[in-house]
């Protein structure tokens, strides 16, 4: 009895030992993957113009980067005449990590942020926007309030999606953000009955002026008819709720 245990159990350490170098192996190539997976994320985002408009003005138009973030600190660092007072912002977004980043080396160089003309400041442009201390705004600029995605950067998380066991991302919640700006916005927010925008990923768009109005207490449409309008223009995308 005892002896044929023992050999029972010596198959099995002997078969463990035979397994485990090739799952050693298919672990190293998943996780080799999908690091090369996260590194290429980023780097597929379209590039970020960082341009002088003029001797004191700095445009800055598309995705909120780190390397947009270096191109920003490379060209408030480099020496000119006449200091710069302003950045004009046209962005959909991008990196809440590097949006910090670049609110704070604009206060730190005293600049002014504005949204451009007709232009958008959408998801993680809106922290970069808030925490900005300077603004100069523009009644016609739109402000897009949504739920973003953050990517998780780490060999477990993208193992485990490579397998199908689970997501490299998770949700980024815009309420901080939007109570911040104040009570009266998430409160607009939170009523729309369709759905909640700050948990839709597509969200709403609001121009500066109705956010201001909105602020007063006076907001000049529903939290629904600004969903709809700025969700429901396409209708072979359009969300359900668009054709009820």
């Given at each position: 009895m005892f002896p044929e245990k023992s050999s029972k159990k010596n198959k099995i350490i002997l078969c463990c030992f035979a397994v485990l170098p090739a799952l050693t192996i298919i672990c190293e190539i998943f996780l080799d993957r999908s690091t090369n997976d996260y590194i290429d994320y980023s780097s597929a985002m379209p590039p970020t113009s960082v341009a002088w408009v003029n001797d004191s003005t700095l445009s800055f138009d598309g995705p909120i980067t780190g390397a947009a973030y270096h191109k920003l600190d490379a060209a408030l660092s480099t020496p000119r005449t006449q200091p710069a007072t302003t950045l004009v912002i046209n962005s959909p977004g991008g990196d809440a990590e590097a949006a910090e980043k670049i609110a704070s080396l604009l206060n730190t160089h005293n600049l002014k942020i504005e949204v451009a003309p007709n232009g958008l400041c959408a998801s993680a442009c809106v922290p970069l926007f808030l925490h900005t201390t300077s603004h100069v705004n523009r009644e016609n600029a739109a402000f897009i309030f949504h739920q973003g995605l953050s990517f998780r950067m780490d060999p477990y998380h993208g193992f485990i999606k490579t397998l199908g066991l689970g997501s490299n991302t998770a949700p980024v919640l815009m309420d901080?953000?939007?109570?911040?700006?104040?009570?009266?916005?998430?409160?607009?927010?939170?009523?729309?009955?369709?759905?909640?925008?700050?948990?839709?990923?597509?969200?709403?768009?609001?121009?500066?002026?109705?956010?201001?109005?909105?602020?007063?207490?006076?907001p000049q449409r529903s939290c629904d008819a600004a969903l709809r309008a700025y969700q429901c223009t396409d209708n072979e995308s359009a969300p359900p709720f668009c054709k009820q």
């Open positions: 901080p953000w939007v109570k911040e700006w104040g009570p009266p916005l998430f409160e607009f927010l939170s009523s729309c009955t369709d759905i909640n925008p700050l948990r839709s990923e597509i969200g709403i768009s609001l121009t500066w002026s109705e956010i201001q109005a909105i602020l007063k207490g006076h």
